[in-house]
């Protein structure tokens, strides 16, 4: 079958530069071959519809090099579209959104029914297999109903209830296996099941994190809207040890949504991912710039 037009070398680079690029990356892909290497693709991410098709080709072409990629996806903007068309209103604390049992059901419609096709076909139309699946399926994502705690002053913080907003207490891993040892690429919704049937609202970075950690990912990305971890001058943090991050959480460098993003990555090398990496998702190309380029992008983050 011909490649579509657009599939194809850009017409600045002669030939001779397309097979140095490709021979260049020869170190980067043995260093990955065979690894698994969990991407979290967020909401916002998708929109743009050039840097979403780009991003499904990136995943296939790291499969075709040999890699094992897993997919855990969000979905923020898309429930909240799917909310204001229904009239319900969205209310989020510390990042979170208050699910009450009606919202799930919902959530679960746009997360699992909607997004998550739309991400494995992005992949699936590169010319890799990818199967949606959500964290309730193959009971991969078992989950409690999480105990959050608000921060009301520099030293105190109240316990808020959330509703169906999950933990991930296990990740059962045979149904990724399997899809893996069948050549093909998860894409994952971020829900999980409860030990009484009940549905959980997951954080995509926490789904993603608690997967990198049970694979034992070689790499957990974490695509954004920044260049990274900025420090104090708003400059780009390439390494960031726990302490160091500890430390700019306290000081207040580190706010808002970056804070769980952070604590992710931290828990996710804690728990067997060999490095975490908080990256731009605006940057067409991000994942392969991190793994296959000598500058890398982004914050790293090591277990210490
Ligand atoms: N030190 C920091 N470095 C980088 N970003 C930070 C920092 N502190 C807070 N942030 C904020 O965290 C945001 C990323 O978190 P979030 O909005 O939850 O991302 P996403 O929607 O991609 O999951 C950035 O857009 C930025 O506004
Ligand atoms: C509990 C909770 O807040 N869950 C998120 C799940 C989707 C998500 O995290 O999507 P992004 O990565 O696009 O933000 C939500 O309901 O929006």
Redesign the pocket.
């Known amino acids: 079958m011909p490649l579509p037009e657009d599939f194809l070398a850009p017409d600045s680079l002669s030939d001779q530069q397309q097979a140095a690029v490709l021979a260049g990356a020869l170190p980067y892909l043995r260093r990955y071959a065979g690894d698994t290497i969990v991407v979290k693709y967020?909401g916002?991410a998708m929109v743009e519809n050039s840097l979403a098709a780009t991003f499904g080709r990136d995943i296939a072409l790291l499969k075709l090099v040999g890699i094992n990629p897993i997919v855990v996806h969000?979905g923020?903007p898309q429930i909240n579209s799917m909310m204001k068309r229904l009239g319900v209103e969205s209310r989020f604390i510390d990042?979170l959104r208050v699910t009450d049992r009606e919202m799930i059901d919902v959530i679960e419609m746009v997360l699992s029914g909607t997004v998550n096709k739309q991400v494995a076909d992005l992949i699936s139309h590169a010319g890799a297999l990818a199967v949606g699946i959500s964290g309730r399926d193959g009971r991969l994502i078992q989950a409690s109903r999480l105990v959050h705690y608000h921060r009301t002053d520099e030293n105190e913080s109240e316990a808020v209830d959330l509703g169906f907003v999950g933990k991930p207490e296990r990740v059962d891993p045979r149904v990724l296996y399997a899809l893996l040892g069948a050549g093909l690429i998860p894409v994952v919704a971020p829900l999980g099941a409860g030990d009484e049937g009940e549905i959980y609202n997951i954080n995509a970075?926490t789904a993603a994190g608690a997967v990198a950690g049970a694979v034992r990912a070689s790499r957990l990305l974490m695509l954004?809207?920044?260049p990274g971890?900025?420090d104090e001058n708003g400059q780009r943090i390439e390494e960031l040890t726990a302490e160091e991050a500890r430390r700019?959480i306290r000081e207040g460098?580190?706010?808002?949504?970056?804070i769980p993003?952070v604590e992710t990555c931290l828990k996710a090398v804690q728990a067997g991912a060999k490095a975490a990496v908080i990256l731009d998702g605006r940057v067409p190309h991000t994942c392969l710039l991190e793994l296959f380029t000598k500058a890398g992008q982004g914050t790293l983050i090591k277990a210490d």
Do not use: R, S, Y
């Open positions: 967020g916002h969000g923020g990042g970075d954004t809207d920044v971890v900025l700019l460098h580190i706010t808002g949504g970056m993003k």
